[in-house]
């Protein structure tokens, strides 16, 4: 909980008492690999902070998966556009390696906004962050060539890349596994 408390501190710059009112309806959660934290057809019920993971977005297909997002310690992770509206998510959300969770329920999200002058901010924040996200690989996939799209994922977090299978990078970049493979070929 600290690496989340610090986080808050810096970003937010979060009192004590605020911190006290958010930090009791926070849970922490461990999840082996491969754990779907929500399923296509399921409602988002938590907004996350990873402490430590790698999480999956991907669509499922009837020849394969879709990957459009990954997500890594030290940021929010969600289906929020489920967990706002309440509705059935479109997308899976799943971990990649063992991940802890702290998470926030959305009727606990909504206690939170009511009980601490805070909250609405850290909710903005919160949303702020997945929206720039998601606006970021939206502007790559229409802008960058199949290697810059590698290149910006590998610049992120290079120490986490490693532990994402190749097959998901590939299919995060749009990409065949072989023609990732002539990519990481090229540019070594």
Do not use: C
Not at 17 to 31: A, H, M, P, T
Not at 90 to 117: C, F, P
């Amino acid at each position: 909980m600290e690496q989340i408390r610090q986080y808050f501190k810096s970003e937010f710059g979060i009192s004590q008492g605020d911190w006290e009112i958010f930090s009791s309806k926070l849970n922490r959660y461990e999840f082996p690999k491969k754990s779907m934290l929500v399923e296509t057809g399921k409602v988002e019920n938590y907004l996350s902070f990873i402490e430590k993971g790698v999480v999956r977005l991907y669509i499922p297909k009837e020849d394969g998966e879709l990957t459009f997002g990954f997500v890594f310690n030290g940021a929010f992770v969600s289906a929020y556009d489920s967990f706002l509206t309440q509705k059935p998510s479109e997308y899976t959300v799943e971990t990649i390696t063992d991940t802890i969770l702290w998470r926030l329920g959305h009727k606990e999200l909504q206690e939170v906004y009511a009980s601490s002058s805070i909250g609405n901010f850290i909710g903005r924040k919160a949303s702020e962050e997945l929206f720039l996200k998601k606006s970021k690989r939206e502007l790559s996939l229409l802008r960058d060539s199949a290697e810059q799209r590698y290149l910006n994922l590998f610049e992120e977090r290079p120490e986490l890349l490693r532990e994402i299978p190749l097959k998901y990078i590939a299919s995060y970049i749009g990409v065949t596994p072989q023609a990732l493979s002539r990519i990481r070929r090229r540019i070594s």
